[in-house]
C-alpha cells in the first residue's frame, strides 16, 4: 500500500528521532508487559505455594489464620488438634494421605515445624515439585533437626552444629529449651516458598522438648527430665497442631470437609487451600489494580513522546505537504499518512516491546527468584497481552489523529504555496 | 459562455476569489484563455494574487463566482476529492524550490503522481530523464542534487504520464543565469513534445521571449488594480 509506504520510508528518513520514539514506546509497553508478567508470576507463585494438598485441617477457627500459620509461617494457632483424632483422620479409608504440623516453638526468629516422614515425601510446592535435601537427610530421631535453605544461610549453620529452641516465637534466651539440643542433619533445597524459612524436627522432637511442661509454663529447676531419660511413651505426641490431607479421590473433598467441620470429638475446621488462597490473594486486589494503572500510564507518556516527535516535525513537512497537494493527494490521505506514521511506530514499539521484556525476564529471572523467592515466568503472548498491544495500537491511531488534524488545517490553508 | 470552437486548456471567466467571504477579492479575472499546447509567459511580481490564481486553476482553491474551466473540465462543478484526483492524473506542476520528497529516491520522486493516481502513466521515465540530463541520478537521494537538478526532476515529474497542462511557478528564480536559460529550453522542448500547454509564472521579465504568450497578472487581475489605485 502506498501510504503505507511513504509513511515507512518518511520515518526511516528520520531515523533518530524513529528509533527514539519506537524506544520510548517499546519501553513503556515492555514495562506495561513486564508488571504484568510480575503481577502473574507474583500470584502464581503465591497460590503455588501449596499445591496437591486438597484440605487442611485445624482447630476451629479463622480460616485465614489456619492457612496463614500451616502455609505461611504467620501467626499462631489458638487451639491443638488431639492426636487421636488425626489419627482418626489419618486412617480414614476416603484420605490417601496427611502432613502433621507442630507448631509453636521457633529459633532466632525462624519457626520450627514438627512434622514426620510424609512431609519429605509428600510435600508438594510449584504443582509437582518436591521437598528435598541440599545437604544431609530428614531429622529421624527426636533430638535431629533439618533447616530451610533461608535458616541456614542467614544463621549459616551447617551439618552436625547443635542448636538449641526457643518455646514461643518471641527472641531467644527467654524460654529456650536448652536442656535439650537439637543436632543438624540435613539442609533443604531452596523452594522459594515459606519453606525455606522453617526449621524441621519429628513430633517426637517436639513432644520431647516439651516433657514435664505444664499449661505452656517450663518445668520447676531439678525437674526436668534428661534428653537420655526419655522414654518411648514420653515422645508420643499427645496433640499437633494441624495437619495436611489428600484424599483417595478429589471428589471426597467438598465431603471430608463437610464430615471434619462435624467431627463430634473435638472441634475443628477445615479448609480448602486454592479457596482460601485466593481469599488471601483477594486482599491484595489493591496493589494489583495499582501496578496496572501505573503500567498504563507509562505506556500514555510513551505515545505522549510520539505525538511530541510527529508534532514538531508538522513544521518543517509543510513544504512535503504542498507537494503531496500539487500531486493530488487529497486531506484525506495526508491524514492516512500521518495516522499511519503513528500506528508504525506503535507497531514497531510494540515488537521491541516484547523483545525486550522477553531479554529483561530472562536477565531478571535468576536474581528475583534468588532475592525475592519470586519466580518469574513469561506465560507467553496471551490473549490479555493480545488485547493490550491493541489497545497500544489504538491509542497511538487516536493520538496519531491530532498532528494528522493539524497537517490537514495545514494543507487546506497553504494550499500550493511553499511556507519555507 | 464558452466558445466551444476553439479548445483551450484554461479557460477563465468572470472569475472572483477571496479566502473567507467578505474579504477583499484576491482575484477578479476577467477572461483568459490558454489554447492547447501553447506556451504562456505570465509576469507577476509577488503579492499579485499569482500562487492564488494557480490555485485556483490547480483546483486547490476554489473560485466562488465566475468558470473555472481546465482540460475540458469545469472545475466549479467538481467535488473536493475528485479535483484532487483530476489534478493528480492530468496536471504537472512545478513549484519554485523544494520539489522533492526528501525521503524519496529520483525515480520514486518522479513516478510519485503515477503510484497515487491509477489514471497516470509512469511510462517512459528513461527517455525523459536522458533529454532532461538526470539519467544518470534515478536512484540517488535528493538531497545529494544540486538545485538545478532538483528543478530537472521536478519538470520529469510534472511531465510523467503526459499531462496536457503543466504549471510552474516560478521555477527557474532559484537558478543561475545561464541554467535559468537551460532549464527552460529542457522543459518548453519537453512540454512541446509531449503536446502540454505550459503556464510559466516568473517575474523576471528576461525570459518572456520564449514564449508563444506573454501576460501580465496585474494587468489581467482587476483585484489588484483596484488596491493599486
Known sequence: ?420 | MSSPTNPASIRLEQVRFAYRAGSPLVLDIEEFVLGEGESCFLHGPSGCGKTTLLGVIAGVLEAQQGRVEVLGEDLRRLSRGRRDRWRGEKLGYIFQMFNLIPYLSVRDNILLPAQLHRGRRGEGLEEMAAALGIADLLDRGVLELSVGQQQRVAAARALIGGPKLVIADEPTSALDAAHRERFLELLLGQARQAGAALLFVSHDQSLKGLFEQQRSLPELNRATRLEGA
Open chain 1, 1 to 420: 500500500m502506498l501510504i503505507a509506504s511513504l509513511a515507512w520510508r518518511s520515518l526511516r528518513n528520520r531515523r533518530v528521532t524513529t528509533g527514539l520514539t519506537v524506544l520510548s514506546i517499546a519501553l513503556s509497553v515492555a514495562l506495561l508487559l513486564g508488571v504484568e508478567a510480575l503481577r502473574l508470576s507474583a500470584r502464581e507463585s503465591f497460590s503455588s505455594t501449596i499445591s496437591g494438598t486438597d484440605l487442611i485441617v485445624g482447630a476451629r477457627g479463622g480460616g485465614l489464620q489456619l492457612l496463614l500459620y500451616t502455609v505461611f509461617r504467620m501467626g499462631t494457632a489458638t487451639n491443638n488438634v488431639k492426636w487421636s483424632s488425626y489419627e482418626a483422620w489419618a486412617k480414614h479409608p476416603a484420605v490417601a494421605w496427611t502432613i502433621p504440623y507442630s507448631l509453636g516453638d521457633s529459633h532466632r526468629g525462624f519457626r520450627v515445624v514438627g512434622t514426620n516422614g510424609s512431609f519429605y515425601e509428600r510435600y508438594r510446592y510449584r504443582r509437582t515439585r518436591t521437598v528435598e535435601f541440599a545437604a544431609g537427610r530428614a531429622p529421624r530421631a527426636f533430638d535431629e533437626v533439618a533447616l530451610g535453605s533461608d535458616v541456614a544461610a542467614k544463621l549459616g549453620y551447617g551439618l552436625e552444629r547443635k542448636i538449641s529452641l526457643t518455646h514461643g516465637i518471641g527472641a531467644a534466651g527467654i524460654m529456650d529449651h536448652d536442656d535439650k539440643p537439637f543436632r543438624v542433619v540435613g539442609v533443604l533445597a531452596r523452594t522459594a516458598t515459606p519453606i525455606d524459612r522453617s526449621l524441621y524436627i519429628t513430633l517426637e522432637g517436639m513432644t520431647a522438648i516439651h516433657v514435664g511442661w505444664q499449661q505452656g509454663a517450663p518445668p520447676e529447676p531439678g525437674e526436668e527430665l534428661p534428653a537420655a531419660k526419655l522414654t518411648q511413651k514420653d515422645l508420643q505426641p499427645e496433640a499437633i497442631t494441624a495437619f495436611l490431607l489428600r484424599a483417595k479421590s478429589r471428589i471426597d473433598t467438598l465431603r471430608i470437609q463437610r464430615d471434619v467441620n462435624n467431627y463430634l470429638d473435638e472441634p475443628l475446621m477445615a479448609i480448602i487451600p486454592g479457596v482460601a488462597m485466593n481469599e488471601l490473594w483477594s486482599t491484595v486486589k489493591y496493589a494489583e489494580l495499582a501496578l496496572e494503572i501505573v503500567g498504563g500510564f507509562v505506556v500514555l507518556v510513551g505515545l505522549l513522546g510520539m505525538l511530541v516527535a510527529i508534532y514538531t516535525t508538522l513544521n518543517e513537512r509543510r513544504r512535503e505537504m504542498a507537494i503531496l497537494r500539487a500531486l493530488g493527494m487529497g486531506p484525506a490521505r495526508i491524514v492516512a499518512l500521518f495516522v499511519m506514521e503513528s500506528v508504525l511506530l506503535a507497531v514497531s514499539g510494540c515488537l521491541a516491546g516484547v523483545g525486550l521484556m522477553y531479554v529483561g525476564i530472562i536477565a531478571l529471572q535468576g536474581l528475583l527468584e534468588r532475592e525475592f523467592g519470586l519466580y518469574l515466568r513469561w506465560q507467553g503472548l496471551q490473549w490479555e497481552h493480545a488485547i493490550y498491544l491493541a489497545i497500544v495500537v489504538g491509542a497511538a491511531l487516536l493520538i496519531g489523529l491530532v498532528p494528522a488534524w493539524r497537517a490537514y488545517r495545514n494543507t487546506l490553508s497553504d494550499g500550493l504555496s511553499l511556507r519555507v
